[in-house]
């Protein structure tokens, strides 16, 4: 159930990863702030593992280094010294069982929770698990965190989770996708069913189409190999664009549990209609991008990145026009866009509304703008509303404008900043809520669709379009769209 509390109960944090980018990036910062705002539980004790030899002060002192790195605040001392405190080192090699053994002396399953994070490679989750087996750490109420991706394809998915489900109970599991630990998809929830202006205008009679739209303005930022060999269909379209859909197009859960929540966002992803060679150059286009001069400086294409292969053919680039198959949602198209070196950073989901039936007001304005509600997920997030509106003022003749109805977070909550994805995430971990996280199912799931697009484009050979750095795509983008430009519209008004 969705709980709401302090801190939750004690617990022992095993960190699997302590040293690598993501821990010292994100979850290092992300338990600074739960300790700053009084979120972690006095008794919670947090154990770092890594190959490397150290001190625990030679670590503490490295955690304090990566936070005046990432934090965007000064450290406070007070804070730094209450979270250093609950800091302990434990050298390991996590390929080693017998290496396992150590973490006994640094936890204490009779007085605390053991949440294990798996902050590494996915193919280390098995001996992973089968290492806290023997040592004895993973019986209930442990928890175990995994981090995606979760296999490459849905095989290696049902490997992965089935070397994990031997050792974990599911109600055990807490799988990531940080985009559900953001502000705005929490917000979600909140917006379609605690006003019933959305929750009973949210279906196909009403709605026209939905616009999911993450946009990158970095490349593959020095990754290249790594990127090169999962691409952004799987980076981005399997986890973060599905988890979006399926959030904006469940019915409503029975109840805020992670099973009901969990319940309805299953219904969708099972209800989208799959992709195949036979539809997939109707439904799908896939882009890599080229060299470009973006604000008077060149711009290498993604082939000509350091450590490229000139005959690479992975997409930076993927938009799929989706639907969903079930009543509330027939015939109303999912545009969604996701990729690299595109004109700016920008995350939002757009609902368009159906026009007016009828316009009484063709003498003044033959075409109404429709309207709108717009979800900023990044970087300014907030709910805009676009309405049209009359002109103040007196003239002879009425005026009509588009106008805007803005909820900016950080503007109307006064939130400097607002709370990275990964603190709530995190705290949601050691409370013991699963709400926010992914189930087994979820996963399969969307492979099984991803799977579907990504054999047909081996089936037809569908091309791989090149796209200038800093624009918004390869222009055989608006066929597919039916001439809509997504995010283009909004950065032209803005």
Known sequence: MFVETASGSPCDLILFGALGDLSCRKLLPALYQLERAGLLD??????????EEFEVSDYRESVKNSLKKFLKEAIDDQVWLRLRDKLSYCRMDLTQLTDYHQLVKHVNPAERIVVSYCAVPSDLYAIVCQGLKQAGLTSQPSR???????????????EINNQVGHFFDEDQIYRIDH???????LNLLVLRFANSIFSSNWDHRVIERVEITVAEEIGVEGRWEYYDKSGHVRDMLQNHLLQIVSLIAMDPPLSLSAESIRAEKLKVLKALRA??????????????????VVNGQAVPGYLEEKGANKESKTETFVAVKAFIDNWRWSGVPFYLLTGKKLSKKQSEVVIYFKPQPHNIFTGIQQLLSPNRLI?????????????????????????????RLDLSFSDSFHLHPIADAYERLMLEVLIGNQYLFVSREEIEYAWKWIDGIKLAWEQRNSPLYPYPSGTWGPEELSELFAGHALLQEECDAN
């Open 179 to 185: 985009y559900l630990g953001k502000e705005t998809i």
């Open 144 to 158: 175990l965190v995994l981090e995606k991706p979760l296999g490459h394809d849905l095989h290696s998915s049902i």
């Open 275 to 292: 992709i195949s060679e036979v539809n997939v150059h109707e439904h799908s286009l896939r882009g890599q991008y080229a060299g470009n």
């Open 42 to 51: 006095s008794k919670t004790n947090i154990v770092a593992c890594a190959r």
């Open 375 to 403: 979800i900023r997920l990044q970087p300014d997030e907030g709910v805009e509303i676009r309405i049209m509106n009359k002109v103040p003022g007196l003239s002879e003749r009425m005026e009509l404008q588009e106008s």
